[in-house]
């Protein structure tokens, strides 16, 4: 409550402009912080990729990123410029309170109302949506998406994107039926939600279920939300891929995205048909390969094993967990069909 009180004196007391300097300035004052962290984990990781199995390639540019690092302080994605991240953490959101729910939503700039669970302040709110946001931006490496498709909340001012792969255009098709697996407040199902025809959303957590409802209720005719974990069983809290598929009548999907905090490999298990002759008829997966160190090379291996194209994301995140190496590859594309050539347009 004394909180709360202080934060709105604050914010009613300090003009806007001054409050984005001093933003700016705790950001700058936490990445020098950090690197003193970094120096001190250089040993450990001239010896890890000493002792990798990565190419030279592969080595030379984990090793930039490093130094990046170590330059520049923490920074989820270390190519990307401290400018992008302050555009983001710096900007003015309009956050209100549904009084019939008493929860609090993001007005977005089309007029869709972004909710958010039960307990969740403003402050956390400015924070959770801009990170997402940001991590999704145009020169991210964890973008789900190639840069010709839409996504709730980036910005389009002053962004170029980055990247030699952006020739194929990676995205939900016109019409499409939608995966969106690991949904929290549902940023990515709300970002194609008027391409798709049919969009299941799984989310785990109760809290965020009741918030995707409110959230997803003008398109509650195209929006099925399960709360479960995606799994390679199906019981009371999980379903596997195929039993939702049979569960739902779904005949073919056309986009499946996953992030499930390191879960992405026992839940692709799920989709796997016969005595892993075949899987489920999928057109498109953006799945996360950064949550374990070995995430990359196996999800690689599972989609190349039935026959999809693959590639992973232009950049490299740090990852700040024990396990070496800290920096790997976010994002792994993988498609069936012919993907078309992207629009030369922003």
Not at 140 to 156: A, E, I, K, N
Request: contains cysteine; aromatic residues 12%; glycine residues 4%.
């Amino acid at each position: 409550m004394v909180n709360s009180i202080i934060k709105r004196i604050y914010r009613r007391t300090i003009p806007f402009t001054l409050r984005v300097k001093i933003k700016r300035f705790r950001c700058r004052e936490a990445m020098n912080a950090s690197k003193i962290c970094f120096e001190r984990q250089e040993t450990n990781f001239r010896d890890y990729m000493d002792e990798s199995m990565f190419d030279e390639t592969r080595k030379a540019d984990i090793s930039r990123n490093f130094s990046l690092l170590k330059k520049n302080g923490a920074a989820t994605f270390p190519e990307m410029n401290i400018s992008i991240y302050e555009k983001y953490f710096t900007r003015k959101l309009k956050i209100k309170k549904d009084p019939t729910t008493d929860l609090f939503y993001v007005l977005l700039d089309d007029g869709k109302k972004l909710f958010y669970k039960r307990g969740m302040n403003e402050s956390s709110i400015n924070h959770s949506f801009n990170s997402v946001s940001f991590e999704q931006d145009y020169a991210s490496p964890h973008r789900y998406l190639t840069c010709d498709q839409h996504f709730v909340g980036v910005l389009r001012s002053g962004v170029k994107h980055v990247g030699s792969r952006e020739e194929d255009s990676f995205g939900v098709a016109e019409s499409g039926i939608v995966i969106d697996v690991g949904a929290a407040e549902g940023n990515f199902a709300l970002s194609v939600i008027e391409k798709a025809s049919k969009v299941y959303i799984i989310e785990s957590d109760a809290a965020w279920c009741e918030a995707l409802k409110h959230t997803f209720s003008p398109y509650k005719e195209k929006v099925e939300i399960i709360q479960k974990y995606l799994s390679d069983v199906s019981d009371d809290n999980n379903i596997t891929l195929n039993d939702l598929i049979k569960k739902y009548g779904i005949n073919k999907i056309d986009f499946l995205k996953m992030d499930i905090e390191g879960y992405e490999k026992q839940a692709l298990r799920g989709g796997i048909i016969g005595d892993n002759t075949s899987f489920a008829d999928i057109n498109k997966m953006a799945i996360c390969t950064y949550h374990n160190p070995q995430d990359e090379l196996e999800v690689s291996n599972f989609v190349q094993q039935f026959e999809y194209k693959s590639y992973l994301t232009n950049g490299y995140m740090y990852v700040p967990d024990s396990n070496m190496p800290p920096i790997r590859k976010a994002i792994l594309r993988a498609h069936k069909e012919q993907i078309c050539v992207a629009s030369s347009k922003q």
